[in-house]
């Protein structure tokens, strides 16, 4: 991927494993932005990162699995604050939480129905809009792997008067 065209601040993941969505519920710490609720992987760029490249990183960290680059799909870009933040899917067999670790951020990983996340109330808010809204692109129709041919356009998702983008 070319570097964007303008700054970006993080990426986030949605995760398809299986027919469930992968989520972390954030720390309970007073000094990070929507405490306790349920995220996807991803987080703050770092250095020269492209967008690719710090969602695969962050995904790592965070829950432990190593993707590629060819197993991501841009889902779409949302301005914050803070910058720009690039949103991704991938899909993985339901056999790969067998590989899922908790790293050090987060209490716990879970796997939820893409509908029931985008209703939870302990959701980060804008990250259920952003599920509702690529559950609503594809139509209801399974999460698009690499032999799937194309995939829906990159959206850019509301604004949001988060200070921190991604997180």
Same mark, same amino acid.
């Given at each position: 991927m070319a570097e964007p !065209? +303008?700054? @970006?601040? *993080?990426?986030?993941?949605?995760? @398809?494993?299986?027919?469930?969505?992968?989520?972390?519920?954030?720390? +309970?710490? $007073?000094?990070? $932005?929507?405490p306790g609720r349920l995220d996807f992987p991803g987080g703050g760029r770092e250095g020269f990162e492209d967008p690719e490249e710090c969602v695969l990183r962050e995904t790592e960290e965070e829950i432990g699995l190593r993707l590629t680059r060819s197993d991501l799909h841009v889902v779409g870009t949302r301005r914050s604050d803070a910058g720009v933040s690039w949103f991704f899917a991938a899909r993985l067999p339901a056999d790969a939480q067998n !590989?899922?670790?908790? *790293?050090?951020e987060g209490t716990e990983w879970m796997r939820l129905d893409p509908h029931d996340f985008a209703r939870r109330t302990d959701a980060v808010p804008h990250f259920r809009h952003i599920m509702s809204e690529y559950l609503e692109t594809i139509g209801g129709k399974k999460m $698009? *792997?690499?032999?799937?041919?194309p995939v829906p356009a990159v959206r850019v998702f509301g604004t949001g008067k988060d200070p921190q983008g991604t997180r």
């Open positions: !065209a +303008e700054p @970006f601040v *993080g990426a986030k993941l949605l995760l @398809f494993v299986g027919d469930s969505v992968v989520v972390i519920r954030r720390d +309970e710490r $007073p000094d990070i $932005p929507w !590989a899922i670790r908790l *790293g050090s $698009p *792997g690499p032999a799937d041919g």
